[in-house]
Nanobody, 122 residues
């Protein structure tokens, strides 16, 4: 059972990135998928979630209108499209899967990816 996050990198302010989350060993379609981010010295912060039941989405206020979470159950993947990136978006981003509905705290998730670094800087 594994989740793998990818797609991070260095981007200028105002730029875009698309993060991917690929599952192996289990079917993502039965899980809510969350994205979190973490900077050194701070707690892991919930960013977004997409439910397994109806695909409903939710976002933390600081990324609303800029980030879009999607899922592709046929490919067993999820993605986080990030537009209009700001320096304060710099963090390691993690995807996670939860067998119940979306939840805004890291402790409630069953599986975690390894993280991908996003750096927003000129």
């Amino acid at each position: 059972v594994q989740l793998q996050a990818s797609g991070g990198g260095l981007v200028q302010p105002g730029g875009s990135l698309r993060l991917s989350c690929a599952a192996s060993g289990f079917s993502l379609k039965y899980y809510a998928i969350g994205w979190f981010r973490q900077v050194p010295g701070k707690e892991r912060e919930w960013v977004s979630c997409i439910s397994s039941s109806d695909g409903s989405t939710s976002y933390t206020d600081s990324v609303k209108g800029r980030f879009t979470i999607t899922r592709d159950n046929t490919m067993n993947t999820a993605a986080l499209r990030m537009n209009s990136l700001k320096p304060e978006d710099t963090a390691v981003y993690y995807c996670a899967a939860r067998s119940m509905g979306c939840y805004g705290r890291a402790g409630g998730y069953d599986y975690w990816g390894q993280g991908t670094q996003v750096t927003v800087s000129s």
